[in-house]
């Protein structure tokens, strides 16, 4: 082979290692930053929730793909976190309600019990898109906060499906909030913000927030 071609080659892998050594630091010091102890992941699993961490942090809000007089109308993001819309101080605003993210089991999606420790489990990274595994810390930090909010029972007769869990029928589960500042509450709160500036998919993430502001029963 040609001398340049092998020191182009060499220089060229030489800044792909760096750049991944540069991603896997700047990833590590999300988690070092706010003491976060993660255990009990697969390698692949880690690397894909150290994903999902970074790319709630870099999320960042466009011009809005909506009309502004409805963005006005329907956003709650700022009234129940306290900040404008942004991945910075938002991802800052999840990782504070955690102490520990640890693996749960093959059948588990993710379950916070207002005790810190954040449980996710196969079904996080095999059975959810990009975007429900944001909304998901974003709803679970939220039991992490005063009394955890916890589920109330979704009404007989309940009329809505779940956009995430089609086969789920929800009436009379533990799938419903009370009070418009829980769990589900937040979760809607930041999808809304992303079907308004499309940072996803506009159709997934109208949906999901449309199933999300069902649980809502007041």
């Given at each position: 082979?040609?001398?340049?071609?092998?020191?182009?080659?060499?220089?060229?892998?030489?800044?792909?290692?760096?750049?991944?050594?540069?991603?896997?630091?700047?990833?590590?010091?999300?988690?070092?930053?706010?003491?976060?102890?993660?255990?009990?992941?697969?390698?692949?699993?880690?690397?894909?929730?150290?994903?999902?961490?970074?790319?709630?942090?870099?999320?960042?809000?466009?011009?809005?793909?909506i009309k502004e007089v409805?963005?006005?109308?329907?956003?709650?993001?700022?009234?129940?976190?306290?900040?404008?819309?942004?991945?910075?101080?938002?991802?800052?605003w999840v990782l504070r309600?955690?102490?520990?993210?640890?693996?749960?089991?093959?059948?588990?999606?993710?379950v916070n019990q207002n005790?810190?420790?954040?449980?996710?489990?196969?079904?996080?990274?095999?059975?959810?898109?990009?975007?429900?595994?944001?909304?998901?810390?974003?709803?679970?930090?939220?039991?992490?906060?005063?009394?955890?909010?916890?589920?109330?029972?979704?009404?007989?007769?309940?009329?809505?499906?779940?956009?995430?869990?089609?086969?789920?029928?929800?009436?009379?589960?533990?799938?419903?909030?009370?009070?418009?500042?829980?769990?589900?509450?937040?979760?809607?709160?930041?999808?809304?913000?992303?079907?308004?500036?499309?940072?996803?998919?506009?159709?997934?993430?109208?949906?999901?927030?449309?199933?999300?502001?069902?649980?809502?029963?007041?």
């Amino acid at each position: 082979m040609n001398p340049v071609k092998i020191k182009t080659t060499v220089y060229l892998f030489s800044l792909l290692l760096l750049s991944c050594v540069q991603i896997k630091e700047t990833q590590k010091i999300i988690f070092d930053e706010h003491r976060l102890e993660i255990s009990g992941f697969s390698e692949i699993q880690r690397h894909q929730l150290e994903r999902t961490i970074a790319q709630l942090k870099s999320l960042i809000p466009g011009p809005l793909e909506i009309k502004e007089v409805r963005y006005r109308r329907l956003s709650q993001f700022e009234h129940l976190f306290g900040f404008s819309f942004h991945g910075e101080p938002l991802s800052a605003w999840v990782l504070r309600r955690f102490s520990n993210i640890t693996y749960g089991n093959p059948w588990t999606v993710a379950v916070n019990q207002n005790k810190g420790t954040l449980i996710i489990g196969d079904l996080f990274f095999t059975e959810l898109s990009n975007l429900e595994r944001l909304y998901l810390l974003v709803h679970e930090a939220r039991h992490s906060d005063k009394h955890g909010f916890k589920h109330s029972k979704c009404p007989e007769g309940f009329p809505f499906v779940s956009a995430g869990q089609p086969k789920q029928d929800l009436q009379g589960e533990l799938a419903c909030d009370k009070t418009p500042n829980g769990a589900y509450g937040y979760q809607a709160a930041f999808l809304f913000e992303i079907f308004a500036y499309g940072l996803f998919e506009q159709r997934e993430a109208g949906l999901l927030y449309n199933s999300s502001i069902s649980r809502i029963i007041q």
